[in-house]
């Protein structure tokens, strides 16, 4: 069955310092979505990629779909104590009746 | 244009009371859906409704109900509540299963 791995579960950065997550599937994946949730927030949508290759920016925010489709990351240069929160991937199921949402990149920033 | 709002933003129970949390999208999305969230733990699917009229199991349905109202309303009943419930729970909606949700704030559920 499709498994889909998110890491790091936690990542404490110094501020300025860069952030990567990560999210690794097992099969082939027709889009990823990325949601961020600030502390004692809701998630709120980032982005989606659908092409293979794919790179989006959004300011400091990189994002990337892997060749494959099956891999995804989301890059933070310079982190700023703004950023600070839990990083989702989600992505459609097998039958892409609905997401299922990763287990998420808790970021904490020392200032 | 309110989003996704849920009522009540916070409350308290007493093991065994009954409630029922309220959500409402005004995006005219078909699909919406019912997460909890355990301290500092992921989204878990509770219930969620493909389209008006249907309505299915998630991760974690045990000890809830859902009803799809209509196209905008999706509520969702403890019947009996568990110091197990104690969670903040989310509703969210999309146009359908494979788009962007959209979540409401939040209800913070304690029981106690």
């Known amino acids: 069955g499709q498994q889909v791995m998110q890491i790091p579960q936690y990542q404490h950065v110094q501020e300025g310092e860069d952030f990567t997550t990560y999210c690794n599937s097992s099969?082939?994946?027709?889009?990823i979505q990325w949601y961020k949730q600030r502390p004692g927030g809701h998630p709120v949508f980032l982005i989606q990629l659908v092409k293979s290759g794919e790179v989006k920016k959004q300011k400091r925010l990189t994002f990337q779909f892997g060749e494959a489709k099956k891999n995804s990351s989301l890059h933070i240069t310079a982190t700023q104590t703004t950023d600070v929160g839990t990083y989702f991937c989600?992505?459609?199921?097998?039958?892409?009746?609905?997401?299922?949402f990763g287990t998420g990149t808790r970021l904490t920033i020392i200032p | 244009n309110a989003g996704v709002t849920q009522t009540p933003k916070f409350q308290v129970l007493k093991t065994g009371q009954s409630m029922t949390l309220q959500c409402a999208q005004d995006m005219n999305h078909n699909s919406m859906y019912w997460y909890r969230q355990d301290p500092g733990m992921g989204l878990r699917l509770i219930y969620y409704?493909?389209?008006?009229?249907?309505?299915d199991k998630g991760e974690v349905p045990n000890g809830y109900n859902v009803s799809r109202l209509n196209k905008r309303e999706f509520s969702l009943r403890l019947e009996s509540a568990a110091p197990s419930q104690t969670s903040v729970y989310f509703c969210?909606?999309?146009?359908?299963?494979?788009?962007?949700?959209?979540f409401g704030p939040g209800t913070r559920l304690l029981v106690l």
């Open positions: 409704s493909a389209s008006e009229g249907t309505t």
């Open positions: 969210a909606s999309s146009f359908s299963g494979r788009e962007t949700q959209y």
């Open positions: 989600a992505y459609p199921n097998f039958g892409n009746e609905k997401l299922t």
């Open positions: 099969t082939t994946l027709s889009n």
